[in-house]
């Protein structure tokens, strides 16, 4: 069997690499990193606990374009709320009353509110 020719290699399967970090195949505006060269989101691949208040996470930009990985740290700064337990080992600071942020429900009427998406806050 000779004479036929050569084929060049390629791959048996090729498919473009998508992320999806999101219910429903679009990516997400608001997620918990995003990459510091191209602004994509971020998805954390692994994460390393340091210490009590500070970890450290290893992203993996979700830009095939770009394909960024990283290392970042996840620290603790103030307590809102500082909870039941009782920790006298962590000497963890506690944000002034007056700095308090006051968290709401998300509206429903933004431009990118899914209108099949039942409300968690019953609005």
């Known amino acids: ?3 036929e020719g050569v084929l060049p290699p390629r791959p048996l399967m090729s498919a473009p690499l998508k992320f999806q970090v ?4 679009t990516q ?3 997620c918990l990193m995003t990459c510091p060269k191209c602004d994509a989101p971020c998805f954390i ?3 390393d606990r340091l ?3 500070v970890k450290h996470l290893i992203a993996h930009c979700t830009n ?3 394909g960024h990985t990283f290392l970042a740290e996840l620290a ?3 307590s809102f709320n500082p909870g039941l337990i009782e920790r006298p080992d962590l000497d963890l600071k506690v944000c002034p ?3 308090v942020p006051h968290v709401l429900p998300p509206s429903r009427d933004g431009p990118d509110d899914d209108p099949d998406q039942m409300s968690m806050f019953g609005t």
């Open 1 to 3: 069997m000779s004479g």
């Open 22 to 25: 999101r219910s429903g195949g």
């Open 28 to 30: 997400a505006r608001d």
């Open 45 to 47: 691949r692994k994460s």
């Open 51 to 53: 210490t009590p208040t």
């Open 64 to 66: 095939s374009g770009c």
């Open 76 to 78: 603790f700064v103030h």
């Open 97 to 99: 009353r007056e700095q």
